[in-house]
């Protein structure tokens, strides 16, 4: 992984072999960001998504390996109880253009990942809903 500041966005290249989630969380603790959003492309041969129930406050995901080209990944970074919190989903489509996706909780990169994660100025917490069964925005 290697990245460049450029005032408030940071650009990233993630590398071969390495988990998105993991590298987003690395850049932001080592530049001190608290609210930011976050985009990108890219590669990746192992990737698990998931699909939230209200109805059910549970989670279904599913885990998928091969040739897959990420169509769209974007999320927020955040604060919850005063520590990094990121929030991403994912879209990702395989050789016969199908396309799965949805809350994204790792991907390995087989290829490259480039990622833009704007820098926002002020901060957004993030506080659990029982009614809803997520960690929602608390401004």
Not at 85 to 108: C, I, P, R, T, W
Not at 130 to 136: A, F, P
């Amino acid at each position: 992984m290697d990245y460049r500041v450029f005032s408030d966005k940071i650009v990233a290249r993630i590398d071969r072999g390495e988990e998105i989630c993991q590298a987003l969380r690395s850049i932001c603790l080592a530049e001190k960001v608290g609210l930011a959003s976050v985009s990108a492309i890219g590669a990746v041969g192992e990737f698990t998504a998931g699909v939230f129930s209200p109805q059910n406050k549970t989670y279904a995901s599913h885990t998928f390996r091969g040739d897959y080209e990420i169509v769209s990944l974007s999320g927020t970074v955040t604060k919850k109880d005063g520590e990094f919190y990121q929030h991403l989903h994912m879209s990702a489509g395989d050789g016969e253009g199908k396309v799965f996706g949805g809350h994204l909780n790792s991907a390995v990169v087989s290829a490259t990942c480039e990622m833009v994660i704007t820098l926002i100025d002020g901060s957004v917490g993030r506080k659990f809903s029982r009614e809803i069964g997520l960690n929602l925005f608390e401004f």
